[in-house]
């Protein structure tokens, strides 16, 4: 009865980890499919807003081309006076004086003043042309002329209402530069039509385009949106709008599409995933349960006991031979993971005594300045304090650090350096308060102080000196170390100048090249790194007329 119920147990088990594990797939799969479904959206909408982006370039470079070509023929309507006249008597005269004064009107055989013949002329040159209108200054008619009606006429200004694909230009006398009036050139929409279909392929869209007056001149699509973040919108040079919006069902619709046919797939995919694991499973049930009945007896203590092997297959096999020799291991593993422990705690030991370490340091250090203060040795007191603060920057790990603060740990090594000779050297550092809090690397100024003290300083002097001023410029921010020390030889400055005109740098391991490093090369290399083209740096020197840095750091 006990090992009945036991079984039962086990096949319930068994079942739960079939669910469980075909509940993971499926979870596995689901999300697999949420994720294709959301690549799939946003692959469409990237490209529906790429394509939006092209349509309305290519739309604004169309408007302004055609905006351009009707100026030139409006302009070439009025270019000579022979013109003029002809368009002004068109609206004095009626028309068969009109006709009368052509015949007697004497002109070049170049120059045509019939305006009947120039409008005829400007609709067979130029295809794109569906109509002319032409509105005179303090005149209360307008000439109107279609593609299918050149010949035109005259109607009441009050009546006339240009239409809505046609560009307004402002016409004048070439040679008084008097305003003439406005013609009005009807743009085919043809032209739009193919440029924009060429562009956007099989996306739906929505182009609008409105004059500077606020006028539509031309559209495809409805209004799609009222939310003008769904517009791209361009302007041409002469003020004419170009809105461009994609239709939100070509993403959604064929994002269903694509998502009924994943969800589909992967409907059928955990049918069939399901159906193999319930197979499997029931295979491997009573292998698993012999395998579950050996590992129990052997944790309850019966270590001799083996997994028989002989009724194993594949996997279970491979599971029940590598328990077995698992259990031969097992009390050889347990000394060796003993001995790591020991181990382990030996490393972590010393990785605290590591730590102490600093710290006792500092400590002394502390202590040896307090004493020096009770023993009245106050300038045996700042030289240990000022040690102290140095030592404690050098060790943290921070890589920046602000302009005061690289200031002052110039100051501490400048005292230091200084103390050895009081009479003989001296520094001043001077920064903007609004440079206080600039963001610099950390010993970027120090290695130049540092090459004044050990290369500079001429002992037999007593007015050596060294100076850092921090100012703010109009756009930028300058740095001049300044020092009156021994200086640089001509064919030395030359080889730095070199190598501070370097924006990339190969590091080699070689110790020559790492002393290279440090100093100016180093601080010119970190500077880089850190601001990119914003900064430069200069040098200026000559021997025995010390040297001059002066750094740059360009405003974001």
Request: charged fraction near 25%; include cysteine; glycine fraction near 4%.
């Amino acid at each position: 009865m006990k090992n009945w119920r036991q079984n039962r147990m086990k096949q319930f088990w068994l079942h739960t980890l079939l669910r469980t594990y075909s509940s993971v797939m499926m979870i596995i799969i689901a999300s697999f499919t949420i994720l294709l479904s959301y690549a799939d959206w946003d692959s469409r909408e990237k490209e529906a807003q790429r394509v939006a982006q092209r349509v309305t370039t290519r739309t604004v470079d169309e408007v302004e081309y055609y905006y351009r070509e009707s100026a030139q023929l409006a302009q070439a309507l009025v270019e000579n006076q022979a013109r003029i006249e002809g368009i002004y008597k068109y609206f004095s005269l009626s028309t068969p004086e009109y006709f009368y004064w052509q015949l007697e009107r004497k002109a070049s055989p170049y120059i045509s003043v019939s305006l009947y013949e120039n409008i005829d002329d400007l609709y067979v040159r130029n295809d794109f042309v569906t109509g002319v209108a032409i509105a005179l200054q303090d005149y209360k008619e307008v000439y109107v002329s279609a593609r299918d009606k050149r010949g035109g006429e005259k109607i009441s200004a009050e009546d006339f209402k240009p239409a809505e694909n046609s560009f307004a230009i402002p016409v004048s006398d070439p040679v008084s530069d008097k305003d003439l009036g406005v013609v009005y050139i009807s743009l085919s929409t043809n032209v739009l039509n193919g440029a924009i279909d060429n562009t956007r392929g099989h996306i739906p869209m929505a182009v609008f385009v409105t004059s500077p007056f606020e006028t539509e001149m031309f559209h495809i699509g409805e209004q799609l949106s009222s939310d003008k973040e769904n517009w791209f919108v361009g302007i041409t040079s002469h003020g004419y709008r170009v809105q461009v919006a994609v239709a939100k069902n070509f993403v959604l619709f064929g994002i269903l599409r694509s998502s009924a046919l994943i969800v589909s797939l992967s409907i059928l995919f955990i049918v069939i995933l399901y159906v193999t694991l319930r197979k499997t499973f029931s295979n491997y049930q009573k292998q698993v349960v012999d395998l579950v009945d050996s590992i129990q007896a052997i944790a309850q203590g019966e270590e001799g006991l083996r997994i028989d092997t002989l009724e194993k297959d594949q996997e279970l096999l491979l599971i029940a031979e590598t328990t077995n020799d698992m259990l031969d291991r097992l009390e050889k593993n347990i000394h060796d993971i003993y001995q790591l422990e020991l181990s382990q705690k030996d490393a972590n030991m010393r990785a605290l005594q590591a730590q102490i370490n600093p710290h006792f340091m500092y400590n002394t250090l502390e202590f040896l300045r307090m004493y020096a203060v009770m023993q009245s040795q106050d300038e045996l007191a700042d030289i240990i304090y000022e040690f102290s603060s140095l030592l404690r920057n050098n060790i943290s790990d921070e890589r920046e650090t602000l302009l005061k603060q690289e200031l002052e740990f110039c100051r501490k090594y400048s005292y230091l350096c200084m103390v050895r000779y009081p009479k003989s050297i001296a520094y001043g550092f001077k920064i903007d308060p609004e440079l206080e809090n600039i963001k610099i690397p950390k010993f970027t100024l120090q290695p130049l102080v540092e090459n004044y003290f050990a290369h500079g300083v001429d002992h037999r002097r007593t007015d050596n000196v060294i100076s850092i001023k921090a100012l703010k410029r109009d756009g930028f921010v300058e740095i001049l170390v300044v020092d009156n020390g021994r200086g640089i030889s001509s064919e030395k400055l030359a080889n730095i100048r070199e190598k501070l005109s370097q924006r990339h740098f190969e590091h080699q391991a070689s110790y020559s090249a790492k002393r290279q490093s440090i100093g100016i090369v180093n601080v010119h290399e970190r500077f880089v790194l850190y601001f990119g083209d914003r900064y430069a740096i200069t040098i200026e020197s000559a021997e025995q007329a010390g040297v001059q840095y002066r750094i740059t750091i360009q405003d974001e």
